[in-house]
Every structure is written in structure tokens, then in C-alpha cells.
């Protein structure tokens, strides 16, 4: 019975959950680990390993993937990551990434840029592009 | 941030020239009143907090909002090619609203690591002077009044700007050099002399590097200077000479892991004996609620009656919003001299609303 019942909370879990894919062009082959996907995203590191330059595309912030992504690959808070940008901006240090409206868009462009990089929920990977991190 | 809006200059000749102008902006609301003090009876002054050096920011026992209460606007233009410029302008209720250009400065993004800036810029001393103005950018409602006691603001000249990467260590590092003339400086004419005073930093020279690893950011400053100080028109001598050179130091320490987060700057300025100041701060996140507790602390280390002042602080803040964020603030200060006396001791309660836009 209780097996039963973890399985049935599992599933819904899992439902519920899609994850967030870190995705790029097809024909990108740098390398990732989540603290290159942390930097590009906050402006630290404006390179993929392969030497061209990084264009990272977020999501807007009511989004809840955006939500997932900040809090699982930046370790931020939606407040805590925009008070970060705004000591930048307000300085001249950095600009936020652009932001797009859903998970289609990111795919449209991410898939049109091979120096572009973004994240959607991992249902809506296509062909057309290369996850090369889950959270 | 989220309002942008995209002008399209067209050109005289036959061409278009797009230029996308983004404006920006942030603003505090703040109100506050001393609850309790002595003022400086030697100087005539009621019980003040001053929560603010260089803007002379004054709360008395009255309630008011306008000591810290500003609105700053940032329109930038990139023209392609790496070029772009920027301007941001502030109006603060200690000025009556009075809107001024803070920075005004071009920049040409020479590579990805590094970036050339000529024009009119905050003078970097501290960790927290470039975004002073931004309270939502940190946790409390101000930075510690006895850290950011200098009366030069800002600066024109040149900044050279470097950001790298070394494995899983982030490097930021700027050299600048310039100088600043404020024919009525606020802080030396308003409140210390109240007479109208001309102070000059000239030879300006500094250089920040800054490194940052997951949880940790350490940030090292040095910067030299010589002072030229002008008293209802009279040349200032310190020593027989009108003019000193000033050395200034800083460290500082930040350590963030996630809810938990300390906060630490320690200053050196030497200026004919050293003026030592420091920072200590910790809080925790709940959530949208972070309550935080600070101490600072100024001492002049020469002298028979140095200056010498500290802070307490407790305080919360309410990300109540997703671009706005409330803070309340207790402030016990206490001020040790007697020729050298600041504002006396006060303790004061100060709230408002921090955004973004």
C-alpha cells in the first residue's frame, strides 16, 4: 500500500516536472558543466569553450521555468538575480540576457545561432537543437 | 529594466542610422526621523542622524522623507561596433529634486575581457560606491554611513576595464585616473565649515580587482590623490602647504552560502595619519523576508581627540514585490569626539521602498 502510494506521488511528480534543458545549436560542441552555464548567465564568461561568443537568451520572469532555471543553475531567487543586474546595469558593468517569451521562441533562436545559448522546459526539446545540461 | 524603448534616429545623409536608446531606472521612497539624540551642543546642532556623508543626508526628530528619498534615470545608446554611451541622471530630495547628470561616460568594449571608458563616473572607492544610489542593488537601507564618509563623489577621467575568467574564479579589475573639482561641496560647505568650500582631488590614480568564486567575492582598492581645499575663496594649508597627498586602502569580504550571507569592508586613508573605517554585516534569507544586522565603525588614529563614531544597525527587508523591495532600518549611533564631533549620538528609525524599472 505504502509503495503504492509513493508511486502514484512519484508519478505526479514527475508529471508536474518536465525539467529545464540547457540548450544550443547542433553544432556547438563546447563543453558545459553548470558552472559555465552559471557564468554565461550572469555575465561572467562571455565564451563557449569553443572560442566563439556567447549570446544567452532567458525567459521572462513570470515564467515558471525561469524560475526553475535561476533557482536550479544560478542558485538564485527571481529578487536575489535582479538585484544582481541591477548593480551591473546601474554601473556599466554588464547587461542581463535578452528575454523571450516562451520555450518555442528560445528553440527559434537558439536553433537559428550557433553563438546563442538558452534554456526551456525539456518537453519542449526539438530536433533542432542540442541539450547538453538537465536540471 | 523591462521598459525599453527603441528610437529610430534617421541619419541627414541618404543612410539610416538605427540606434536602439534603452532607459532605465531605479528609486528610493524614504522615510525617517531620529527617535532620540544628543546633537552637538559645541556647534549649535539639534539631535541629527546623518545617514549619508557626501549627499548630506539628515534626518532631525521630525518625520521626513526627503533626506534620502531619490529617483535616478540611466539612458544608454550602443552604437554598434562596441561603442556605446551612457548617462545617468538622479534627483534627490536632499536637493530639492534638483536633477543632475551623476555619470555621463562613453565606452568602447575594446575585446570580450576588456573596455575603455572616458567621462564623468563615480570614484570607485568603496565596494558599494557605484551603485550607492541603487538601494534595491543591496540589503540595507543605506551603506554604512561611517564607511562612506568622503566628500568627493565622483570623478572625471578614464577607466580601463578587464573581466576574465581563471578556471571557476571570476576577475573584474579597472584602473582609472582623473580628477574632481566641486566648487561647493556639499558635505564641507553645508555641514562641517558652513562656509562655501572648494575641494579639489587632482593626480586622482586607483586601481580595483575584484574576484568572486561560487560563494566568495574579495575585492582589493588602492587609490592616491592630492587635495587642494579653497574656504570662501582662501587656500586651505595644512603644514605651511596648500595642498596634501591622500593614500586610501580597501578590503573587501563577502561570503554568501545561498540563506546565510556576511558582509565585510575594511578602509585605510591616509591622509597626514590614517582614518581607518570598517564594516561588518550578516543576514539570512526567508524567503522574500531578509532580516540583517551591521556594524561600522570610524576612527581617526592620531590625534588627542580624534574623530571617532560607530554605527548599530538591525533591520529587515521585504521583497514584496518582483521589482520592489521594503526596508526598515533601526540605527544607534554613537560619536566619541568632542572638536571633531560629527552629529553627536543619535538613534533613528528609518523605511521605504527600494525598485527598479
Known amino acids: 500500500m505504502r509503495n503504492l502510494i509513493y508511486a502514484v506521488l512519484l508519478s505526479s511528480a514527475f508529471n508536474a516536472y518536465a525539467g529545464v534543458s540547457v540548450i544550443v545549436h547542433p553544432s556547438n560542441g563546447s563543453s558545459f558543466d553548470t ?38 543553475a544560478l542558485n538564485k531567487s527571481s529578487a536575489q538575480l535582479k538585484a544582481y543586474w541591477s548593480k551591473l546595469i546601474f554601473t556599466g558593468k554588464g547587461t542581463p540576457p535578452k528575454e523571450v517569451s516562451n520555450d518555442a521562441e528560445v528553440i527559434k533562436m537558439v536553433s537559428a545561432n550557433p553563438d546563442t545559448i538558452g534554456f526551456v522546459s525539456s518537453d519542449s526539446v526539438t530536433d533542432a537543437v542540442k541539450v547538453v545540461q538537465q536540471f | 529594466m523591462k521598459l525599453k524603448y527603441t528610437l529610430l534616429v534617421t541619419a541627414l545623409a541618404s543612410t539610416t542610422l538605427h540606434a536602439e536608446v534603452n532607459i532605465s531606472g531605479f528609486a528610493s521612497m524614504t522615510g525617517g526621523q531620529v527617535l532620540s539624540g544628543s546633537g552637538v ?235 581607518d573605517t570598517y564594516m561588518i554585516s550578516a543576514g539570512y534569507r526567508f524567503d522574500t523576508i531578509t532580516p540583517y544586522i551591521m556594524y561600522s565603525n570610524f576612527e581617526q588614529k592620531d590625534g588627542d581627540d580624534p574623530e571617532k563614531h560607530d554605527t548599530r544597525a538591525v533591520g529587515v527587508r521585504w521583497d514584496f514585490h518582483p521589482s520592489a523591495a521594503f526596508k526598515v532600518q533601526y540605527d544607534k549611533v554613537e560619536d566619541d569626539s568632542t572638536a571633531l564631533a560629527v552629529a553627536g549620538d543619535s538613534e533613528s528609525l528609518t523605511f521605504g521602498v527600494d525598485l527598479v524599472f
Open chain 2, 41 to 275: 551642543p559645541q556647534f549649535g546642532l539639534e539631535p541629527t542622524f546623518l545617514a549619508d556623508y557626501p549627499i548630506v543626508s539628515a534626518y532631525k526628530e521630525d518625520l521626513s522623507f526627503s533626506p534620502e528619498s531619490l529617483i535616478g534615470l540611466q539612458i544608454s545608446s550602443d552604437l554598434g561596433e562596441g561603442l556605446s554611451v551612457t548617462g545617468q541622471i538622479v534627483a534627490r530630495g536632499a536637493n530639492d529634486y534638483d536633477a543632475e547628470f551623476e555619470w555621463a561616460y562613453a565606452s568602447y568594449e575594446i575585446n570580450d575581457n576588456w573596455t575603455f571608458q572616458v567621462g564623468k563616473k563615480r570614484l570607485p572607492l568603496f565596494y558599494y560606491s557605484d551603485f550607492y544610489d541603487v538601494g534595491y542593488a543591496y540589503v540595507w537601507m543605506r551603506a554604512p554611513a561611517d564607511n562612506y564618509t568622503w566628500q568627493i563623489f565622483n570623478y572625471e577621467g578614464a577607466n580601463l576595464l578587464y573581466s576574465g575568467a581563471i578556471g571557476d574564479w571570476g576577475i573584474s579589475a579597472n584602473v582609472y585616473t582623473g580628477r574632481e573639482d566641486d566648487t561647493e561641496n556639499k558635505l564641507l560647505s553645508e555641514f562641517f565649515f558652513q562656509t562655501p568650500t572648494r575641494e579639489i582631488w587632482e593626480d586622482i590614480l586607483g586601481g580595483v580587482v575584484q574576484l568572486s568564486y561560487d560563494w566568495l567575492e574579495l575585492r582589493v582598492t588602492h587609490m592616491r590623490y592630492t587635495n587642494k581645499r579653497f574656504r570662501n575663496g582662501e587656500p586651505e594649508l595644512w603644514n605651511g602647504k596648500d595642498s596634501r597627498d591622500g593614500k586610501f586602502y580597501g578590503l573587501a569580504a563577502n561570503a554568501d552560502f545561498g540563506n546565510v550571507f556576511i558582509l565585510s569592508e575594511f578602509n585605510r586613508l591616509d591622509l597626514d595619519g590614517d582614518l
Open chain 1, 35 to 72: 558552472s559555465t552555464i552559471n557564468r554565461i548567465f550572469t555575465g561572467k564568461e562571455k565564451s563557449f569553450s569553443n572560442g566563439n561568443k556567447a549570446i544567452p537568451v532567458s525567459q521572462e520572469p513570470g515564467n515558471p521555468i525561469t524560475d526553475e532555471f535561476n533557482s536550479k
